[in-house]
């Protein structure tokens, strides 16, 4: 039998080890980013992690040291949204050819179901919310809904979406409120959630849902914007994209490095392309100088709200000498969603920059006042139906379309 030498023996243990670490090399980098992928309290994943989002936040913020410097960098976030989304330049934007429902009348507000259409054939669903009897020139407050999951509690038919839709009407606004792409009744006519163009509809949609409220008679210059979750998204979205909006008030969802857990979120490259790099703490800036407010909780990614985005965002207003048209509501022991405690915040704050009728909303210990807000069955808040039947040459799918 032939013998090795040990020299050899030593030289080939040392190639077999080098292999198996290569190997576990190329492996483990996959493995530890899964076991090591951080979340918030509310299971949200963290797409940076700490270090890595208030690295970025520091450098950003020492590059923007005047208004100029920041409002040459908001274009840019603003121009990068639009081009990877395909919407610059926008679309032309076709007559938008309301179908307006019945009207229900209830205590102090009146309801409407109403569609039109964002681009030729594709109908955006939703509902108008109007006081009664208020002939002057009213502010308007578009109302996007969130990603809650169960059909009978999702959606603008949740109550708490109805409780400030109608609040904000009595108030003395005019309120539309909108089905996401492949949510309530749009998902009822064929259209699906899950899509690659999903994003840049939604936004688009958002703009056309502005359109519209103004056609309304809405006041041009009190025009605002609140959502919760997937809502406060496109609430910064649009308030990034399209200056015409003059209040922004996203709630529990601007977060230094949770860029959210959708397709209508993450579908499309707008936070990092190429050499291009933000976050949601930048885009929901973009609204500088004009009404913020962060509503923020401890039980999601929005828990370091007052000692990270919120002084991060005051700084940007600060190069304007406005600090103090952005503000922070922090509900240290509260949880994701938009019930009492946000409506609670966000109220005061709309009636103080919408010149709003707070009394109506609120008692004056500080408590809501919703008696007589009927929360109505999810049919009822449908458009389209038997006597109102979806017009021939509406789009079904997500598919069904050519953007022009």
Known sequence: MMSIPVRYLFNISVFVFLIFFYCGCNTAPEKRKEDQQEKSKAGQIYQWSEQEGNEFLKKMRDSYTTPAKWERHADQIRNHILKVTGLKPFPEKCPLKPVFGDIRKYEGYQVQNVAFESLLGVY????????????????????????????????????????????????????????????GQMAEIGWVHDHPGTMKLQIWNSIRALDFILMMGADPDRIACTGASGGGTQTFHLAAVDHRLYVS???????????????????????????????????????????????????????TTPEVEYPNIRYIYSLFGKPEMVENV?????????????????????????????????????????EGIVIEEIEKLYLFDEEHPLPAHAVRNNDGFVWE
């Open 249 to 303: 008030v996203p709630v529990v969802m601007v977060s230094n490095r949770h860029f959210g857990g959708c397709i209508c979120e993450l579908g499309m490259p707008i936070h990092e392309k190429g050499d291009f790099r933000t976050n949601n703490v930048e885009i929901t800036a973009c609204h500088a100088p004009k009404p913020l407010l962060l509503v923020s909780v401890g039980n999601d990614a929005t828990e």
């Open 124 to 183: 955006v669903t939703g509902s108008v919310y109007q006081p009664l009897h208020d002939e002057r020139m009213l502010p308007g407050v578009l109302s996007p809904h969130g990603h809650w999951p169960n059909r009978e509690d999702y959606g603008r038919f949740r109550p708490d979406v109805q409780k400030r839709c109608a609040a904000m009407a009595r108030m003395g606004s005019i309120v539309f409120t909108y089905d996401m792409v492949g949510y």
């Open 330 to 370: 922090h509900l240290p022991d509260d949880d994701h969603g938009y019930d009492y405690n946000k409506r609670a915040a966000v109220y005061p704050f709309l009636a103080k920059h919408l010149e709003l009728d707070l009394s109506k909303a609120m008692n004056p210990d500080g408590t809501l006042n919703e």
